[in-house]
Structure formats: C-alpha cells, structure tokens
C-alpha cells in the first residue's frame, strides 16, 4: 500500500498531458472508453480530477479508481456517480466493475513504483499492459507533492505483448525554476537511480541544465520563451525531442524513450 499522499491538483500537469497526447485513443473505440487511475490514495480527489479533465475531450469516459485498501475505496465509493466514475478494490491486475467494459483503454498509475525495487518494474509495467485492450497506455510516473515536479513514462504493449516504453516526460513550474535538472529526484522508479554519468537520463539533464544557462539572457522574456529555446537547442544537438514551442511553453519536455533507456 502506498503512502497515500493526495493534495487537490497534484496531478494537474499530467492530466493536461492525457488529455493532450492520448487523445486519440480515448476518441478512437465507439463505447465509451475506460480509463482507470491505479493507486490513487488516500482521497479520491485525483479521480474526479481526472474525470472532469478528459470529458473535454471524451465527454463519455468512465474513470475507474483501483486501490487495495477497503478504507480509500470506501471514500472513493461515498463520491461515485457509477457508470461515469467508480472505484473498486484491486491492484496491477487492474479490475474494471462489471458492465464498465472488458479492458482499460488508458492506466494511470501515479506514485506507486516508488516504493519498488527497480528490477521489480518491467513485471508491473507486463502485468498491467496485459489488462489493456489493444492500442492501450499505461503513463507511470512521479511527482512531488504540491504537483510543481513530475516525470513520467508512456508505455504500451508490443507485437509480442511485452510492455514498451514509449517516452519520458518531464514536467515543470516554470515561475521560480532554477535549473531543470531539480525533476531529477521525481523521476520515475525505472529511472530514477540511473542519474549517473555514463547514462541517458543523466546527460539529458545535464544537457538540459547547460542550455538552461546558456539561455538566460531570454530570462527577461519570461522562462517558457526560456524553456522553448532550450527544447530547439536540444534537439539541434540530435535529441529526439517530441512536439513543439506550444507544448514547451507550458513545463513539458517529451523525449524519446531509446535516449534515456537505462544502460
């Protein structure tokens, strides 16, 4: 069981990123798609969150709250509005109510693998990708606790079945920044002891900390316009840095997993 830390809007950054970059698989199936957040904590409050967040893109979605701890799902069930939201007792095998649909079309599982063993990941990432239906994500990552640092991975299931780690995403507030390496400490469990030299993780934030000094002259013009030139200076430099000055400009940094895959 995990600690249960949850504050109102932890989860903001990442919520934003769901209902951005996974847009289309929650538009794709023409039932209403499920998406289920996996060890939501002591409050159900990142649920309802979530809820309201992806029906601007999705107005049908049905959220799902999982926790193995009958008390939280007793809290969650005081505020559920089934079939929209519900909230049921389980873990990575991931269980969806009945008449919620066969499989999880989307699984979030924030500030869970933290308290793993890094070895121990690729066996949860396997175990929840197997509950997707096909085309499904699994975003697995981290964050502190007011939501102002956060990290996460993207994963999907092969042509094997085997888990896939898509991208990684790092997430900052960007008021009061002082050099992006800081999201380091919030990176998720498979990660999160590579900062290393000698790793991808570890050069991309060094990367990222350099550019961040190089560009400070554009700290007058405001650190998103400081972060945009960081995302152009890295990829010019050959790294596979996903999507565009729209989505830098509001904390996000989404690179390509093979860059930053533990050695």
């Given at each position: 069981?995990?600690?249960?830390?949850?504050?109102?809007?932890?989860?903001?950054?990442?919520?934003?990123?769901?209902?951005?970059?996974?847009?289309?698989?929650?538009?794709?199936?023409?039932?209403?798609?499920?998406?289920?957040?996996?060890?939501?904590?002591?409050?159900?409050?990142?649920?309802?969150?979530?809820?309201?967040?992806?029906?601007?893109?999705?107005?049908?979605?049905?959220?799902?709250?999982?926790?193995?701890?009958?008390?939280?799902?007793?809290?969650?069930?005081?505020?559920?509005?089934?079939?929209?939201?519900?909230f049921v007792l389980g873990g990575f095998e991931v269980p969806v109510p009945p008449g919620a649909g066969a499989a999880p079309h989307v699984v979030r599982a924030f500030n869970v693998l933290r308290q793993y063993a890094e070895?121990?990941?690729?066996?949860?990432?396997?175990?929840?990708?197997?509950?997707?239906?096909?085309?499904?994500?699994?975003?697995?990552?981290?964050?502190?606790?007011?939501?102002?640092?956060?990290?996460?991975?993207?994963?999907?299931?092969?042509?094997?079945?085997?888990?896939?780690?898509?991208?990684?995403?790092?997430?900052?507030?960007?008021?009061?920044?002082?050099?992006?390496?800081?999201?380091?400490?919030?990176?998720?469990?498979?990660?999160?002891?590579?900062?290393?030299?000698?790793?991808?993780?570890?050069?991309?934030?060094?990367?990222?900390?350099?550019?961040?000094?190089?560009?400070?002259?554009?700290?007058?013009?405001?650190?998103?316009?400081?972060?945009?030139?960081?995302?152009?200076?890295?990829?010019?430099?050959?790294?596979?840095?996903?999507?565009?000055?729209?989505?830098?400009?509001?904390?996000?940094?989404?690179?390509?997993?093979?860059?930053?895959?533990?050695?």
């Amino acid at each position: 069981m995990t600690r249960g830390t949850t504050n109102p809007n932890r989860l903001r950054r990442v919520d934003r990123w769901m209902a951005w970059a996974l847009r289309d698989v929650l538009r794709a199936p023409s039932e209403p798609p499920v998406v289920v957040d996996l060890g939501y904590g002591a409050s159900p409050v990142t649920v309802l969150e979530l809820a309201g967040r992806l029906r601007a893109v999705r107005p049908d979605v049905r959220l799902v709250g999982v926790e193995i701890d009958p008390e939280r799902v007793a809290r969650g069930r005081a505020v559920a509005d089934p079939p929209r939201v519900d909230f049921v007792l389980g873990g990575f095998e991931v269980p969806v109510p009945p008449g919620a649909g066969a499989a999880p079309h989307v699984v979030r599982a924030f500030n869970v693998l933290r308290q793993y063993a890094e070895e121990e990941v690729t066996g949860a990432w396997a175990q929840v990708v197997d509950r997707l239906v096909p085309g499904g994500v699994l975003v697995e990552g981290t964050c502190d606790e007011v939501g102002r640092l956060a990290a996460w991975v993207d994963v999907r299931r092969d042509a094997a079945g085997r888990p896939e780690p898509r991208t990684l995403t790092l997430a900052w507030r960007l008021a009061g920044l002082e050099r992006p390496s800081v999201v380091a400490e919030r990176l998720p469990k498979a990660l999160i002891h590579r900062n290393v030299p000698g790793e991808g993780v570890h050069a991309l934030l060094a990367e990222l900390d350099s550019a961040w000094a190089r560009h400070a002259p554009l700290a007058g013009y405001g650190a998103r316009q400081r972060l945009v030139a960081c995302a152009e200076d890295l990829r010019a430099r050959g790294w596979p840095v996903h999507h565009g000055p729209g989505r830098w400009r509001l904390g996000e940094l989404t690179v390509g997993w093979a860059a930053v895959a533990p050695r």
